[in-house]
């Protein structure tokens, strides 16, 4: 029975009771997908610009700060808003490349041993919280543990894809084009397995989510830079596009009606992908 209409709840308590937090995450859709892709290529491209063009101790106290402004506010709403959920996701974009780039740059640590640390920290991050929560589907981030659980996630997926990117396109040698459409066929296996081979519904989304960020990134450096057979249009520009494509897409979501997900098809979403889980 629901607690507004429980006669054994007297009503000067009900505004006491713990309220769960609306759906904090966008619905899945194409849309989605796009933007994803564009902030992990502007967060390659703004995170390169700012390194090599101020101290890069100042840009990552600047990204640090950024990033940690972003994710108060997306803590702080009660339900999904579409500007701060991916004003969050791009400081998280460009802070996470700095992270990876850091270990490589900073402290000389190859590309190999960095992708397979972030593997590790992902891969140890997603235990706990199958673990603790019972379930990683996006569709249950309606507690503030499991928020905090959901953003663990995405920062060790945008560290780790910037690894592995780079890993591919400079360790081992195929270059920014190479390697974006490696990253962009690795992308539809997830979505192909899905449709045609059962693949679970919860694996198939954090396998392409893992994959949007060396895609972006690699087709970023390939407009952005002149080695590895880059174009050469310079990061600076490649960083402006694409912020303004996302602020256009992003506007588009805030004034549309079907910008938040509604509660009945989020939940039958949720136990479609539990029954998956369960069956996988």
Do not use: C
């Amino acid at each position: 029975m629901d607690r507004a209409t429980d006669p054994h709840i007297p009503f000067p308590l009900l505004n006491r009771l713990p309220t769960p937090l609306l759906r904090k995450v966008p619905a899945i859709t194409i849309i989605f997908w796009v933007i994803k892709l564009m902030t992990t290529a502007m967060g390659e491209s703004t995170s390169d610009y700012l390194v090599f063009h101020i101290n890069p101790y100042v840009a990552v106290v600047v990204a640090g700060v950024g990033l940690v402004v972003a994710l108060t506010l997306q803590l702080m709403v009660r339900h999904y808003i579409p500007w701060i959920y991916w004003l969050a996701v791009t400081m998280v974009a460009v802070f996470g490349t700095m992270a990876a780039d850091v270990l490589h740059v900073v402290l000389g640590i190859p590309y190999a041993v960095s992708t397979a640390f972030f593997a590790a920290a992902l891969a140890a991050i997603f235990i706990v919280w199958q673990r603790t929560e019972h379930t990683l589907s996006i569709h249950h981030i309606d507690t503030p543990r499991r928020e905090l659980f959901y953003w663990a996630t995405v920062m060790a997926t945008f560290a780790l894809g910037t690894a592995v990117g780079d890993m591919t396109a400079a360790t081992l040698g195929l270059g920014y084009l190479a390697s974006g459409i490696l990253f962009a066929l690795l992308f539809a296996v997830p979505a192909v397995a899905y449709r045609f081979l059962g693949l679970n519904a919860i694996m198939a989304f954090w396998f392409a989510y893992i994959v949007t960020r060396p895609l972006g990134a690699s087709f970023a450096d390939w407009f952005g830079k002149s080695a590895l057979g880059g174009l050469g249009l310079g990061d600076a520009t490649v960083s402006l596009v694409l912020t303004l494509l996302i602020v256009g897409f992003v506007a588009y979501l805030t004034v549309s009606p079907q910008r938040v997900p509604q509660p009945a098809r989020a939940a039958s979403e949720g136990v479609d992908e539990e029954l998956s889980t369960a069956s996988g």
